[in-house]
């Protein structure tokens, strides 16, 4: 699931993969987002060994011909494209957004694949959820800064769906307690 809940009733605000803290508080509400990534590694290596060994089978029947030298580059660069293209999506899906609310401040850090960090912050007091139809549906902002951010733009439609609804209930919640 692209999206993980940090429960923090269970002291789990001190988890290693945190990116944010405010004054050693630990946060009303905190969740991660990532891309969704629909294989894992196991199966990266168990596909690329099916792959190789389907695109050798039809090589066997042409063996000690000059056919099989002529096909034989065009196999393995196939095997090594799949390969890198493969290992390139990895390498984008270690981007996280990580979004924190405490009583006096929302925090989105986003790591990207690159280790570059780009970290956003506001009052929850004027924070907002923006849903935009454009460039996807239900893509979602966050306004009440300096700056509007985009928020889990990686997501399904129904994922940005179900975190507005969360998020914006938190807000809500927090505006009453605050009372």
């Known amino acids: 699931m692209p999206i993980?809940?940090?429960?923090?009733?269970?002291?789990?605000?001190?988890?290693p993969q945190a990116l944010s803290s405010y004054q050693g508080k630990p946060p009303v509400y905190r969740v991660l987002l990532y891309p969704h990534r629909s294989l894992p590694r196991a199966g990266f290596v168990f596909?690329?060994?099916?792959?190789?060994?389907?695109?050798a089978l039809p090589l066997l029947a042409l063996m000690q011909t000059a056919v099989f030298w002529g096909l034989l580059p065009f196999m393995v660069i196939t095997v090594f494209a799949?390969?890198?293209?493969?290992m390139?999506?990895?390498?984008?899906?270690?981007?996280?957004e990580e979004l924190s609310l405490w009583p006096?401040?929302?925090?989105?850090?986003?790591?990207?694949?690159?280790?570059?960090?780009?970290?956003?912050?506001?009052?929850?007091?004027w924070v907002e959820v923006i849903p935009h139809d454009t460039p996807?549906?239900?893509?979602?902002t966050l306004r009440g800064g300096p700056r509007e951010v985009e928020l889990g733009a990686f997501l399904s439609v129904e994922e940005r769906m179900e975190l507005k609804a969360e998020f914006e209930e938190q807000l809500r919640l927090l505006a009453v307690t605050q009372q």
Do not use: C, K
């Not at 596909?47 to 695109?55: N, R, W």
């Not at 390139?88 to 996280?96: A, I, P």
């Open 4 to 15: 993980q809940r940090i429960n923090l009733a269970e002291r789990a605000s001190d988890y």
């Open 47 to 55: 596909f690329i060994a099916v792959t190789s060994v389907m695109l």
């Open 88 to 96: 390139r999506s990895y390498r984008t899906g270690q981007l996280v």
């Open 104 to 125: 006096d401040r929302v925090t989105l850090i986003r790591r990207n694949p690159d280790s570059s960090q780009q970290e956003w912050q506001a009052n929850p007091y």
């Open 82 to 86: 799949i390969w890198m293209f493969l």
């Open 136 to 140: 996807v549906p239900h893509y979602l």
